[in-house]
């Protein structure tokens, strides 16, 4: 296995893409994770923490949708797009820094 600060930290990033396109904040990580975990040195532990918490984040949204009714869910669902745009960002420069991020909200469905 090969340490690749470079490719952590754009795994890390690419969670970003939802904001772009709308969709990839989870199949590009994935991707990445799945093809590169037996190669890249600790990226089965981070490409695990970055789907558990995208797919955290889906669950959280799916159950705001219905509280929008009753005002709450806007305020979650704003809330949600600050963690899942601010923390990538954290843990990225953390990556770049040979640390093993972790994720705020990230319920355990790999482990």
Known sequence: MRQDNQ???LTHLSQLLTFITGFGGLIVPLVIWATQKEKIYQMDEHGKN?????LS???YSLICIPLVFILIGIAGLFLLAFISFIFPIINAIKASQG??????LSLNFIS
């Not at 970055?50 to 995208?54: G, L, R, S």
């Not at 640390?99 to 705020?104: A, F, L, Q, S, V």
Request: cysteine-free.
């Open 7 to 9: 490719l952590l930290v």
């Open 50 to 54: 970055i789907v558990n918490f995208q």
């Open 57 to 59: 984040i889906l669950i």
């Open 99 to 104: 640390e093993i991020p972790r994720y705020p």
